[in-house]
Antibody
Framework: QVQLVQSGSELKKPGASVKVSCKAS????????MNWVRQAPGQGLEWMGR????????TYAQGFTGRCVFSLDTSVSTSYLQISSLKAEDTAVYYCAREGLKEFDYWGQGTLVTVSS | SYELTQPLSVSVALGQTARIACGGNNIGGKNVHWYQQRPGQAPVLVIY???NRPSGIPERFSGSNSGNTATLTISRAQAGDEADYYCQVWDSGTAVFGGGTKLTVL
């Protein structure tokens, strides 16, 4: 069965960086793009972008260029989200989501990133 | 940029039918996907491409899409259906989510 397992919660200081992982299993990793979705406390879902797991090409949504980087390690079927120069406003739950035929058919359990001094 | 509009909240009596609307300019020309998010949990896909149910989603969940409105319908509402519901489309290579609707089952 398809599973996406994300890394655990993180507490970071402003200005630091964080790297969230999303390990996929139960399907051929390179056949489905991986998307990243942010959910700030008490807010809705916000698409951050996607990475083509076959070519490694990332696509970033407006507002997530510059400090966010998507990457892959295909040898372990894992996608990564790195955010640099963290601000308090980056405090959120970050989800990875597999892209089926354009729908997000499987989601990771979410990773809470808290940015606080 | 493309926008999707959802009501903040919808209430439904236990066992009755709930309808959650998702408005967008000519949304009928796009494929709409719906996600359920229970408190403290990750979203779950409940309807894809307007009307299709993934394996494991009850037949009580259905969808429609025409003109400027897509609708998620939940028949015979149960207490376990209380959750936030989000519609989503793709527009010019960008995924767009509606603001979400909180469904309360009375």
């Amino acid at each position: 069965q398809v599973q996406l397992v994300q890394s655990g919660s993180e507490l970071k200081k402003p200005g630091a960086s964080v790297k969230v992982s999303c390990k996929a299993s139960g399907y051929i990793f390179s056949t489905s793009a991986m998307n990243w979705v942010r959910q700030a406390p008490g807010q809705g879902l916000e698409w951050m972008g996607r990475i083509n797991t076959n070519t490694g090409k990332p696509t970033y949504a407006q507002g997530f260029t510059g400090r966010c980087v998507f990457s892959l390690d295909t040898s372990v079927s894992t996608s990564y989200l790195q955010i640099s120069s963290l601000k308090a406003e980056d405090t959120a739950v970050y989800y990875c989501a597999r892209e089926g035929l354009k729908e997000f058919d499987y989601w990771g359990q979410g990773t809470l990133v808290t940015v606080s001094s | 940029s493309y926008e999707l509009t959802q009501p903040l909240s919808v209430s439904v009596a236990l066992g009755q039918t709930a309808r959650i609307a998702c408005g967008g300019n000519n949304i009928g020309g796009k494929n709409v996907h719906w996600y359920q998010q229970r408190p403290g949990q990750a979203p779950v896909l409940v309807i894809y491409r307007d009307t299709n149910r993934p394996s494991g989603i009850p037949e009580r969940f259905s969808g429609s899409n025409s003109g400027n409105t897509a609708t998620l319908t939940i028949s015979r509402a149960q207490a376990g259906d209380e959750a936030d519901y989000y519609c989503q489309v793709w527009d010019s290579g960008t995924a767009v989510f509606g603001g979400g609707t909180k469904l309360t089952v009375l």
